[in-house]
């Protein structure tokens, strides 16, 4: 159900991750203590998927980072994205983070209004800005 929900977000927000790739990195996430994620199911209908991953900085300590939020359109408005936002701050705090942060697109500010969605529930812009180089996968040699 989540990969669908991940693999409908992705597709809707135009990012370029193939299908294949969302689900292996979903299952690693499962299976990782610094990830969390969370599924609302009405039912047998998954509604909405959050992710949740942190990492170990010199500046903060733990921090968490909402990767992923998506709500089914018809569903939307209706408080299911700040529940899972609320529980994600509670895994956070649960797991020694100082803090828990999210990375805004663009277009997703400006489809969904998300700087205003996350400032209301206490998120506030750092004024940092994020850059990602895309490394190659390393593929284990045999020992000659």
């Given at each position: 159900?989540?990969?669908e929900l991940l693999e409908r977000f992705f597709r809707e927000e135009e990012f370029a991750t193939?299908?294949?790739r969302i689900a292996e990195n979903f299952d690693r996430m499962l299976v990782d203590p610094f990830c969390w994620s969370a599924l609302a199911v009405d039912g047998e209908t998954a509604q909405a998927v959050i992710t949740v991953s942190t990492v170990l900085y010199v500046e903060w300590g733990r921090l968490g980072e909402i990767g992923d939020l998506y709500v089914l359109p018809e569903h939307r408005r209706k408080g299911l994205a700040r529940r899972?936002?609320?529980h994600a701050k509670v895994w956070c705090r649960t797991q020694g983070?100082?803090?828990?942060?999210?990375?805004?697109t663009p277009?997703?500010?400006?489809?969904?209004?998300?700087?205003q969605f996350y400032a209301r529930l206490g998120f506030a812009q750092s004024g940092r800005?994020?850059?990602?180089?895309?490394?190659e996968r390393l593929?284990?040699?045999p020992p000659s």
């Open positions: 159900m989540a990969i193939p299908l294949s899972l936002v609320e983070c100082s803090a828990v942060s999210v990375t805004i277009a997703g500010g400006r489809r969904h209004g998300l700087s800005m994020s850059a990602s180089a895309t490394l593929i284990a040699r």
